[in-house]
């Protein structure tokens, strides 16, 4: 059975930084397509950053390019989210998941293509 932790959101002033952590059992991050969605109040879920199993390709929206940095941990089976320069309009639920198709086109990653889900953690910042 596979089980998508996610931990580290929280409260943070615009400006700040978050690390977001998210662990899995019952699967390998290295295997898939992996990374971070997002979904705020009122809106649909958009990916924020995916690297491909192998690491050698990565999607960052353009919306969070240059503030957000997206790694993995192959021994510990855990990928980060590093948010900086936060943002109000970054405000959402982020979610982990992984998927076995890497189809970063115009529209970037969709959660369609996105077999195995966490619980998602809160990110909210403050202006």
């Known amino acids: 059975q596979v089980q998508v932790v996610e931990s580290g959101g929280g409260l943070v002033q615009a400006g700040g930084s978050l690390r977001l952590s998210c662990t899995a059992s019952?699967?390998?991050?290295?295997?898939?397509?992996a990374g971070w969605f997002r979904q705020a109040p009122g809106k649909e879920r958009e990916a924020v950053s995916i690297?491909?199993?192998?690491?050698?390709?990565?999607y960052y929206a353009d919306s969070v390019k240059g503030r957000f940095t997206i790694s993995r941990d192959n021994a510990k089976n855990t990928l980060y989210l590093q948010l900086n320069s936060l943002k109000p309009e970054d405000t959402a639920m982020y979610y982990c998941a992984a998927g076995n198709i890497w189809r970063p086109g115009v529209a970037g990653p969709q959660p369609a293509d996105f077999n195995y889900w966490g619980q998602g953690t809160q990110v909210t910042v403050s202006s």
């Open positions: 690297i491909r199993w192998s690491g050698v390709s990565t």
């Open positions: 019952g699967l390998t991050f290295d295997d898939y397509a």
